[in-house]
């Protein structure tokens, strides 16, 4: 298995920094922090983080209040007449406990769609940076690309120049055997034949050096060409393996997007579903016990008080 790029205290202490400069600690803004990572990791080791910190939310175990239980003491002892009293008081506080429930997994629920709202937008903005940084990669790949059709056309005119002077070489060299002919022909005229023979040899000398020359020119132009275009080469491999890292770096904002809005949408029907139990439990509240008949038939249930105890309400 890979391991993380980042240890879980690098993470955290980027969000933590993060906070103090009041932006919102998403998984691009950690990425971005960091300056590396996966967005959905960093923000796995945050949220982590965050709920050790502040404590897990648990399920309430359902389980009377202080005050209900003070209440149903006070009906055990308190006279048939308050029955009707407190019962509507404990509907009432029940109600209102229901509600604030739902209020509470409401308001969760908002901050996480606002929380999926924020990683939306900061995917959203690295897709756009990493957009604009391939565009400007493929300019430079462009311009590189031009650049090597100029050095492929600089050699190609290098080695047209090389052949007229090896023409020319040529042409020196066919000169020197004429005269070389005509040195032979001319033995009667060994004295100006003779003069001419040193000035031929001394044309054959520069006409070499100038043939050196023009030889070493040709070896130092193919030499400069071949390191210029292996250069170019070189050059070009690592624009392309850039290029295709952003595009993967591209992907995987797109991917991380995608969840979020998967996410969102979950969440806004777990909010209209317990819309609906509320409603559902509204609408199942009994209805209250109407006048005194009531009261006279609780009154008749109460239990008998023990002889020697005494009424300890009068």
Known sequence: MRPAEFTDEQII????????????????????????????????????????????????????????????????????????????????????????????????????????????????????????????????????????????????EAAIKSAQQAERLDAATAEVAELRRQLDACSQERDAAKREGENARADVKVAQARAQEIEQAKRDAAAAHAERVKDLETSLADTRKTIASKDQQIADANEQAAQAREQTARLSGQIEVIRAEQEKAKAEVPAEPAGPPAAQKTAQKKPAVKAGQGDKSK
Not at 22 to 43: D, E, M, Q, S, Y
Not at 59 to 86: F, H, N, T, W, Y
Not at 135 to 147: F, I, N, S, V
Request: hydrophobic fraction near 40%; charged fraction near 30%; proline fraction near 2%.
């Open 13 to 156: 202490q980027a969000g933590q920094a993060l906070e103090a400069k009041g932006t919102n600690v998403t998984g691009f803004a950690l990425r971005k922090a960091i300056g590396g990572g996966t967005p959905a990791r960093l923000v796995q080791v945050w949220n982590a983080f965050k709920d050790q910190a502040g404590g897990e939310l648990m399920e309430a175990v359902p389980e009377l209040p202080i005050e209900l239980e003070e209440l149903v003491g006070q009906l055990q002892r308190g006279m048939a007449d308050s029955i009707k009293q407190v019962a509507l008081t404990i509907h009432d506080r029940a109600t209102k406990g229901a509600e604030k429930r739902v209020s509470d997994v409401v308001r969760l629920s908002n901050e996480q769609q606002e929380q999926a709202k924020r990683e939306i937008a900061d995917a959203s903005s690295a897709v756009e940076e990493l957009e604009n940084e391939v565009d400007g990669l493929r300019d430079e790949l462009q311009g590189k690309a031009e650049e090597l059709a100029a050095a492929h056309a600089a050699a190609q």
